[in-house]
T-cell receptor, first 112, second 114 residues
Framework: DAGITQSPRHKVTETGTPVTLRCHQT?????MYWYRQDPGHGLRLIHY???????DKGEVSDGYSVSRSKTEDFLLTLESATSSQTSVYFC???????????FGSGTQLSVL | LAKTTQPISMDSYEGQEVNITCSHN???????ITWYQQFPSQGPRFIIQ???TKVTNEVASLFIPADRKSSTLSLPRVSLSDTAVYYC???????????????FGTGTQLKVEL
């Protein structure tokens, strides 16, 4: 499996606080994605990146921002966390010519 | 972007063949069809991918009719360990640069019993 790790694995925070989730991959993959998963909604795309400093919005981008300053790292930031952002967040990556998405193990975020 | 529709859930018994169909009526010419499997508390993992006709690997087969408006994932002789959520993903994986959104549907919860 591709080397893709997410940190932290679990986080509890309070409404209104900023939160940053990190995704790190060691495969030199060009494309990286952030998804959230909630019961009844499957996986929903938040933001994705198609290269260093190249990002675009997904289906549910409101309230989230991302940054990609290096190929291996893709950060997801909740500027002011809300309870509706309580979810499991998955990061994924894939190479230029590789059809597979490789997923991290997920981050369980609880906003109280 | 091609929207996908799958059954919410399916039940089966060990040893049976399971077929999960995904509908994608507005699939684009350059779109590929990929299936992923997800176990609880894990990220999804790749099962199989195809563009048209039939594709088979060591774990599954993928059937795609000529009009490509649907696809069927076939799991032969399922076991308890195949209990998972299965996602159909349709997207242009060869597209470079921006516009490379890969969006999932709600998935199909497969439950396999003895």
């Amino acid at each position: 499996d591709a080397g893709i790790t997410q940190s932290p694995r679990h986080k509890v925070t309070e409404t209104g606080t900023p939160v940053t989730l990190r995704c790190h991959q060691t495969e030199n993959h060009r494309y990286m994605y952030w998804y959230r998963q909630d019961p009844g909604h499957g996986l929903r795309l938040i933001h994705y990146s198609y290269g260093v400093k190249d990002t675009d919005k997904g289906e549910v981008s409101d309230g989230y921002s991302v940054s990609r300053s290096k190929t291996e790292d893709f950060l997801l930031t909740l500027e002011s966390a809300t309870s509706s952002q309580t979810s499991v967040y998955f990061c994924a990556s894939r190479g230029l010519a590789n059809e597979k998405l490789f997923f991290g193990s997920g981050t369980q975020l609880s906003v109280l | 972007l091609a929207k996908t529709t799958q059954p919410i859930s399916m039940d089966s018994y060990e040893g049976q063949e399971v077929n999960i169909t995904c509908s994608h009526n507005n699939i684009a010419t350059n779109d590929y069809i990929t299936w992923y499997q997800q176990f609880p508390s894990q990220g999804p993992r790749f099962i199989i991918q195809g563009y048209k006709t039939k594709v088979t690997n060591e774990v599954a087969s993928l059937f795609i009719p000529a009009d490509r408006k649907s696809s069927t994932l076939s799991l032969p002789r399922v076991s308890l360990s195949d209990t998972a959520v299965y996602y159909c993903l349709v997207g242009d994986i060869e597209l470079t640069g921006g516009g490379n959104k890969l969006t999932f549907g709600t998935g199909t919860q497969l439950k396999v019993e003895l």
